[in-house]
């Protein structure tokens, strides 16, 4: 911008932009200037490299409502990387994919302005928190990340109509009541203080660095007003269930950090394997051994830790890369203890969703107790107390949703075959070349058996050629038979060591293979894929 495009009337108090009569939006030769006026737009060009203060031609328009309900924006030219000008975004220019941290930070922070009723639109996709909530990391958060979520969330189209559907009256939506709580328990983990000291190696102007902590200081608060507006039992499902999820992944991770610090170490070969052909058997028993020191760490009831949970659906992949559809169908059935949805806590958001879906269970049966007592003739407070707990109706599709369980890494296998558990006692092991073939005791069924038959003379039929046929009388007698239940399954060597006669396994068959899932004695997991299963109370029994 040149000297001249700026001038002061002549009380020098007034600013003006010389137009050109022809052309809008170009800057015309004859302005008048004084001292005034150029001291005045040297310190604008120095505000403009600052990023502070930008003179847009008028084509650039004026800032819009939107923009300006933020705290704090960013005006500088890097803008233009991740916004297309008023006029380009008429034309409903596409989005692409950027999801760094330098362009999402300028996103989240830059001024938008309109002309001739069009806003700026944006040249990338913001991140927005349903997309990034599923794969969560709670253990490493990546600060800046959130705090642009944190901001695009506060500032978006739907947050003003919720409020201006709150100031008629109406309530949140359940849904958005339940992302929104849950924004707010994720944003404990981002302190300001953190926050600055992550920017610092993120290459935007300092100012927009400046904008998106002030921006963030006022979304968080949001958040956490809005959560804490809950009561009762809305408040212990949306917001006291993901706290105690929290605390109780952190208390996890500090547990198991040396195991955490191990797993780190394998990133380059996890990579590596996930797109090399037949997988990396080194690292696969690598994996196995981890996450056998896992469960001798595990506080509690091991199959709740995160990291056992990472590292079997790590272990799983590497079986399907490996074309071992029966290793991998015996990972997928660890998690197939409960009849209610998979207990796989890898992530924070699938904790969550199984901790408040767990809770919703809770509601409704006591909703049940409290009418069932209401139809027997009881006062509200009788029944409530029947009830055996404060609830509320709460529809459980209305949670935050997420996918439970290993991914579906059968896409992966050249072929597929069905999967068949079972659940039987060892009666006999034959070694063969790379494993061992197992035959199980056959089960006895009750039936009966005739004899003493004979032929009455009382005709019981005449057939179509003309032949007589008489009825046939015979005695019975009850029998025994043994019955197999499971054809004899070959099973790999580090299956092997795990059977005898007598033991009594839980697995799964494909084909004729087989692998071990569990060993059970007394109705008790004593070993589970192969590694002792500590005997604590809270470690789930075996389920036919």
Request: charged share 30%; glycine share 6%; aromatic share 8%.
């Amino acid at each position: 911008m040149h000297a001249s495009q700026v001038s002061l009337d002549e009380d020098g108090m007034t600013m003006r932009r010389a137009m050109g009569a022809n052309t809008p939006g170009n800057w015309g030769s004859g302005v008048r200037t004084s001292g005034w006026s150029l001291v005045l737009a040297g310190l604008t060009l120095w505000l403009g490299a600052c990023g502070i203060v930008t003179i847009k031609p008028a084509s650039a328009g004026t800032e819009t409502d939107a923009s300006k309900q933020r705290p704090a924006r960013y005006d500088g030219a890097e803008c233009s990387q991740v916004l297309y000008t008023p006029d380009e975004s008429r034309d409903n220019p596409e989005r692409q994919e950027d999801e760094s941290a330098e362009a999402q930070v300028l996103l989240a922070t830059c001024a938008r302005s309109e002309y001739r009723n069009s806003a700026q639109k944006a040249k990338i996709r913001a991140l927005d928190f349903r997309g990034y909530y599923p794969a969560y990391d709670d253990r490493k958060p990546d600060l800046v990340k959130l705090a642009v979520i944190a901001i695009n969330e506060r500032f978006n189209e739907q947050v003003r109509i919720q409020e201006e559907m709150k100031g008629r009256g109406f309530d949140k939506d359940p849904y958005a009541k339940a992302e929104d709580t849950l924004l707010s328990v994720v944003l404990l983990n981002v302190s300001e203080g953190e926050l600055s000291s992550a920017l610092a190696s993120v290459k935007v102007p300092e100012d927009a660095k400046q904008a998106l902590v002030e921006d963030f200081r006022e979304a968080r608060s949001y958040f956490t007003h809005e959560a804490n507006q809950l009561q009762g039992p809305e408040k212990e499902l949306l917001l006291e269930t993901p706290k105690q999820v929290l605390e109780h992944r952190k208390a996890a991770f500090e547990s198991q950090a040396a195991n955490w610090a191990v797993l780190d170490g394998y990133d380059a070969r996890l990579k590596a394997a996930a797109s090399a052909e037949g997988g990396d058997p080194e690292l696969l028993q690598d994996l196995i051994a981890l996450r056998s020191k896992v469960v001798e760490a595990a506080k509690g009831d091991y199959i709740q830790d995160p990291l056992f949970a990472r590292l079997t659906r790590e272990i799983a992949l590497q079986y399907a890369l490996m074309q071992d559809q029966p290793s991998l169908a015996a990972e997928r059935m660890i998690y197939r203890r409960s009849r209610g949805p998979d207990p796989f806590p890898e992530t924070f958001a699938q904790e969550v969703h199984y901790a408040q879906f767990g809770l919703v269970n809770e509601f409704n049966e006591a909703r049940k107790r409290f009418r069932k007592a209401k139809d027997a003739g009881l006062d509200d407070s009788a029944a409530k107390a029947r009830a055996g707990r404060d609830f509320i109706d709460w529809n459980a599709a209305k949670l935050v949703r997420v996918d439970l369980g290993i991914p579906d890494y059968e896409k992966l296998l050249d072929h597929r075959s069905d999967a068949i558990p079972f659940l039987e006692v060892v009666d006999s092991v034959a070694p063969e070349d790379n494993g061992v073939t197992v035959a199980f005791k056959k089960t006895p069924v009750k039936t009966f058996e005739y004899y003493g038959c004979y032929k009455t003379g009382r005709i019981e039929r005449i057939t179509s050629d003309g032949r007589l046929e008489y009825e046939e009388h015979c005695s019975t007698r009850p029998k025994t038979v043994m019955h197999e239940n499971v054809k004899p399954l070959t099973f790999p060597a580090e299956d092997a060591k795990l059977l005898k006669r007598g033991t009594k396994i839980r697995g799964v068959s494909v084909g004729r293979e087989g692998r071990v899932v569990w060993l059970i004695e007394k109705d008790q997991i004593v070993s589970e894929r192969g590694y002792p299963v500590p005997p604590r109370p809270a470690n789930p029994k075996a389920r036919d």
